[in-house]
T-cell receptor
Framework: QKEVEQNSGPLSVPEGAIASLNCTYS??????FFWYRQYSGKSPELIMF????GDKEDGRFTAQLNKASQYVSLLIRDSQPSDSATYLC????????????FGKGTLLTVNP | GAVVSQHPSWVICKSGTSVKIECRSL??????MFWYRQFPKQSLMLMAT?????????EQGVEKDKFLINHASLTLSTLTVTSAHPEDSSFYIC???????????FGEGSWLTVV
């Protein structure tokens, strides 16, 4: 059974701080990793994807991947109240079918 | 960027009736689409993988005769909830894989309420 684990939170940070979201996965053969943001009542929207070990930066967002530790994280710098949402970690275990396994999500609250 | 569109955004139906939800990839061809269901405060649960031109692959525990999936073209997949019951009320979301970008995009989701 392939599993993706996330701390459900809620994670509360003040505006301007760095929010750190963590995710672990059980399938060592996993190849690609995604972070989605989901506002209440809305569909998930893709924030970032990462395939290789190390860091990947996109604006205020940095994804970090450590395949040896089966760990992927998302850092949000200069957090804004509009970043308040549930963040979903998703893992694709490979192949061409793009089948994702999702974590339960971490609820982030950024306080003004 | 790539866009995946779902219709309707929300629907209310009577118990025992059937409801069809459409998922379209607007600017790319998607040989594979996915259907998810999400109950309040829970994560997305994959229901089935929709393959263009062939039968859908259902996840364990999902009734294929109740949730009919048709992927008739490279840009359209449909999910029909047959003989709907109140417990089928949920947020249904589709996604499509864009091979060129090796990424997966979600539709806006469809809220189904069965009364």
């Amino acid at each position: 059974q392939k599993e993706v684990e996330q701390n459900s939170g809620p994670l509360s940070v003040p505006e301007g701080a760095i929010a750190s979201l963590n995710c672990t996965y059980s399938d060592r053969g996993s190849q690609s990793f995604f972070w989605y943001r989901q506002y209440s009542g809305k569909s998930p929207e893709l924030i970032m994807f990462i395939y290789s070990n190390g860091d990947k930066e996109d604006g205020r967002f940095t994804a970090q991947l450590n395949k040896a530790s089966q760990y992927v994280s998302l850092l949000i710098r200069d957090s804004q109240p509009s970043d308040s949402a549930t963040y979903l970690c998703a893992v694709n275990s490979g192949g061409s079918n793009y089948k994702l396994t999702f974590g339960k999500g971490t609820l982030l609250t950024v306080n003004p | 960027g790539a866009v995946v569109s779902q219709h309707p955004s929300w629907v209310i139906c009577k118990s025992g009736t059937s409801v069809k939800i459409e998922c379209r990839s607007l600017d790319f061809q998607a040989t594979t689409m996915f259907w998810y269901r999400q109950f309040p405060k829970q994560s997305l649960m994959l229901m089935a993988t929709s393959n263009e031109g062939s039968k859908a692959t259902y996840e364990q525990g999902v009734e294929k005769d109740k949730f009919l999936i048709n992927h008739a073209s490279l840009t359209l997949s449909t999910l029909t909830v047959t003989s709907a019951h109140p417990e089928d009320s949920s947020f249904y979301i589709c996604s499509a894989a864009q091979g060129a970008r090796n990424t997966i995009y979600f539709g806006e989701g469809s809220w189904l309420t069965v009364v």
